[in-house]
């Protein structure tokens, strides 16, 4: 494994990427990768072999559609928590005030990892290098902040893959939530999006999770019938 504890495991050519899951040693994670096959119920038991062999005792699967479920599930993992996929066209993007807005650097790290921990339950919050994976997921990324007195309370992460964008993560502190931060990262991103031509963007939010829904909604995202699912299994060593 690399230095930072992440990285690919390849039979043929599947291949998922793999490490320590919110820097835990006892939990990995799997993901399955955008340019790889997907992966089989046999080349899933094998990753789990692996990870047993490790040491873990856990895996988490990143958020799965339903096709992406399909080796998971017949490896024996089973529905950790379920999720709301949203998508949009990109034809019609509102406006908003985005003056608050920047372009983070290394040394906002600690402030985005603060508002993401207030911002998220514990399950969902992410460290240094969850968010190095974020910044990585795609080849290419747009990592902005919101600023209030010059203190972050917000932040997105956006990627782009050819004609595809992903609204990677977002937040604001719960302390200035409705002040319009959540629209300006989004309508950022949306507008980041289509100015290199993106035809769709998606982003996923957690069941009940009726803010951000609402959020998305008004900005002319819309709900896909069929969710995605992050998967979990136990490991025998």
Not at 122 to 145: H, K, M, Q
């Amino acid at each position: 494994m690399s230095a930072a504890n992440v990285d690919v495991i390849r039979w043929g050519r599947e291949r998922v990427r793999t490490g320590p899951w919110r820097g835990d040693h006892d939990v990995a994670y799997l993901t399955p990768l955008p340019d790889a096959p997907l992966p089989s119920a046999q080349f899933v038991r094998r990753c789990l072999d692996q990870l047993a062999a490790r040491g873990f005792r856990r895996v988490i699967t990143s958020a799965l559609s339903p096709a992406e479920q399909a080796g998971f599930l017949g490896a024996g993992f089973e529905v950790h928590e379920r999720l709301h996929l949203l998508e949009h066209d990109l034809h019609d993007v509102p406006r908003a005030d985005v003056s608050a807005l920047r372009r983070a650097g290394a040394d906002d790290h600690a402030s985005v990892l603060t508002v993401d921990g207030r911002a998220f339950p514990t399950f969902w919050r992410i460290d240094e290098n969850s968010l190095g994976e974020a910044l990585n997921a795609t080849p290419n990324s747009r990592f902005r902040v919101a600023t209030i007195d010059a203190r972050v309370v917000g932040y997105a992460v956006t990627g782009r893959a050819g004609r595809r964008g992903f609204l990677q993560r977002l937040a604001v502190d719960p302390d200035e939530q409705r002040r319009g931060l959540g629209r300006a990262l989004c309508v950022d991103a949306l507008r980041w999006l289509r100015r290199w031509r993106v035809e769709q963007a998606v982003v996923n939010t957690q069941m009940g999770n009726e803010a951000a829904l609402t959020l998305y909604e008004s900005l002319g995202f819309r709900r896909e019938a069929a969710g995605l699912s992050v998967l979990s299994a136990a490991l025998e060593r």
